[in-house]
């Protein structure tokens, strides 16, 4: 796998990577080095998420620097968050069996590739799904889990994803009220 060996992420690394991502990702995920890091994986992501902001921006009506600033910040951290989630559901059902690196690096990968399409309207239908498909063959290959250690995980992972921002929703309503 390029992309760990290098110290930058060129274009090059980005496209061939990716390229890698998109033609056969069980082997992708297989090659990822052990100690992956955050960082490539980091940049990976940030790439896809300027490309992703600004191929949005395209779909908006008004409030370009507002909206450009939610797609960014949210297509950059989401990520984090469900990598975050997912790894300590791993840890309280299994206790710590990978780090916290590869599960990052498996969701900013499977995020990364699947933000080039997730800007089109109405492909969101397609689009998540085939993250989760990402992530799930991501968690098995690159993480060593058995198929149902990873569903299972996963399972969890977007229930407790699900109670936590629809626990956010009354903060969210109030905010926009504020900002009207």
Same mark, same amino acid.
Request: aromatic residues 14%.
């Given at each position: ?24 990702? $069980? ?67 299994? $206790? ?55 569903? $299972? ?23 926009? $009220?504020?900002?009207?």
């Amino acid at each position: 796998m390029e992309i760990a060996e290098t110290d930058r992420l060129t274009a090059g690394v980005y496209f061939r990577t990716l390229t890698q991502v998109l033609g056969s990702p $069980g082997q992708f995920f297989e090659a990822m080095p052990e100690g992956i890091g955050l960082k490539q994986p980091f940049l990976f992501l940030l790439m896809s998420s300027l490309f992703f902001t600004g191929a949005s921006l395209t779909c908006v009506p008004d409030r370009h620097m507002l909206m450009g600033g939610i797609l960014f910040s949210n297509s950059v951290l989401m990520p984090f968050i469900t990598s975050g989630v997912t790894f300590l559901v791993m840890t309280m059902i299994m $206790g710590r069996r990978v780090s916290f690196s590869r599960f990052f690096a498996v969701y900013a990968f499977s995020g990364g590739v699947t933000m080039l399409a997730s800007w089109i309207p109405l492909f969101v239908w397609i689009i998540e799904p085939w993250r989760w498909g990402l992530v799930l063959m991501g968690l098995v290959k690159g993480c060593g889990l058995k198929w149902m250690q990873a569903m $299972g995980i996963l399972s969890v992972s977007i229930v407790v994803l699900m109670l936590f921002f629809w626990s956010l929703s009354p903060v969210l309503v109030y905010l926009k $009220g504020i900002l009207n």
